[in-house]
């Protein structure tokens, strides 16, 4: 399946001509976005597409694992190897099944027989194409890649067809830097480099930990998660949903849950400490907004919806469209979150207005330390249940999404190319 163009966007102003700027082949003007299928990591690759001027020139395809069954154990495979050993297996229980019949042939889309959608594949050999043919007409390709499932696909782009591509890798790669143009990942990646992460580790185990050695210049480091949100996107989102927020009593308390990670356990015993945490503070509420995440335990949403649900004061997301999530972050006064998810977190910390971080003793490795650079600068504080909601604090928005694209620019530039104005 060939992956849907988005609209093109209108016509540029009247100027030099490219031609006299020099030419069609320095000038980037399209992107390319490899995603994994977790709204998380498609977000921030999206983000920097959006903060480079690109939202209306961008195509996405996506490299998504076979899921279901013992699908679910064999995603510490290379995604690659996870695919053939899914088909293997899907064949051996074909021929178990319907020993001696007749059986048409197995569907060849990738996630087809687990329940998968159709989605729009990512193929190395056909984006390497396009990029090789329509790169005297329309000049090279910004690739822009995020998570660990992509980085064999953007890897091999840029080993394929390095005179016509520029590929950025978001989240760190763990090996081989140099296979990529630009690396943006957060600064606690580097986290196992650390005197304190080194006493963690035994010493026999030390040489797998990954990174192994310090960023270079083509690293950038990012405190946080980078997303789409920012100042004209808040003001979007104020407008948009004024009718819904306006006449809530105020301030305006949102939480959001996600759920438990292998650095940050937790269950209903989460669910119930937080429920109490929001009685107390109730006071000090006009009204509460609760929202889950698609990782949310459903013992820990049903909880907290029992405990919760029947107060006049609380308002609990059913899950149904539209997603309020840029109205919440548009019109809330205060933000409690769980300690769990560092986009979910980058996101909220991106408004300027109040975080309280929920259950951040529980979580353990890098996480710890990303909660402590946002603590470091007055990002966030722990969520107690002593606290008055009313009394606000502020501090400068954590806005990295541009600060990300302004080093790609200032990558290209060095490349000797530049983004269309």
């Known amino acids: 399946m060939r992956p849907i163009r988005l609209p093109e966007p209108p016509s540029p102003k009247m100027g030099t001509p490219e031609i006299f700027e020099g030419g069609v082949y320095g000038v980037v003007r399209r992107a390319v976005v490899i995603g994994n299928g977790f709204l998380g990591s498609e977000n921030q690759s999206i983000g920097l597409v959006r903060a480079l001027g690109l939202a209306d020139k961008h195509v996405v395809y996506r490299v998504t694992r076979p899921r279901g069954g013992l699908n ?23 021929l178990l099944i319907y020993r001696g019949q007749k059986v048409g042939s197995l569907p060849t889309e990738n996630g087809g027989s687990a329940g998968l959608k159709c989605v729009l594949e990512a193929d190395v050999q056909e984006i390497v194409t396009m990029a090789r043919q329509t790169y005297e007409k329309d000049g090279p390709i910004l690739v822009v890649a995020c998570g660990r499932d992509t980085i064999s696909i953007a890897s091999s782009i840029r080993r394929l067809a390095s005179e016509n591509v520029f590929v950025v890798q978001i989240q760190h790669p763990r090996l081989h830097l140099n296979r990529f143009d630009l690396v943006i990942t957060p600064k606690h990646d580097y986290y196992p480099l650390t005197p304190e992460a080194q006493k963690q580790v035994p010493q026999f185990l030390r040489r797998w930990i990954t990174p192994r050695e310090p960023p270079d210049r083509h690293v950038v480091l990012t405190i946080g998660a980078l997303h789409q949100i920012d100042a004209t996107a808040l003001r979007n989102a104020a407008s948009a949903w004024r009718d819904e927020f306006a006449a809530l009593p105020k301030p305006l308390l949102v939480v959001n849950i996600g759920g438990p990670t292998s650095n940050c356990r937790y269950g209903v015993d989460l669910a119930k400490q937080l429920t109490t945490y929001l009685l107390s503070v109730l006071v000090s509420c006009g009204s509460i ?77 890098k996480l710890c330390d990303f909660h402590k650079s946002l603590k470091e600068r007055g990002m966030v504080r722990p969520f107690t249940g002593l606290e008055n909601i009313s009394e606000s604090w502020s501090y400068p928005p954590l806005n990295e999404t541009a600060e990300a694209a302004s080093r790609v620019h200032e990558a290209l530039a060095e490349r000797g190319w530049r983004l269309r104005a």
């Not at 154990?73 to 290379?78: G, K, M, Q, S, Y």
């Not at 088909?87 to 051996?92: A, F, L």
């Open 72 to 94: 679910e154990w064999l995603h510490w495979l290379p995604v690659s190897v996870h695919k053939k050993l899914d088909c293997v297996i899907r064949k051996m229980c074909i």
């Open 289 to 365: 907004r609760i929202c889950f995440s698609s990782r949310t335990p459903e013992k820990v949403s049903n909880f907290i919806t029992k405990e919760l649900g029947g107060n006049p004061k609380v308002y609990i997301w059913d899950g149904q469209e539209p997603n309020p999530h840029m109205g919440h972050l548009a019109w809330a006064d205060a933000f409690v979150v769980t300690a769990d998810s560092v986009s979910m977190i980058s996101e909220v910390c991106s408004t300027g207005k109040p975080v309280y971080l929920m259950g951040a003793e529980r979580c353990k490795w």
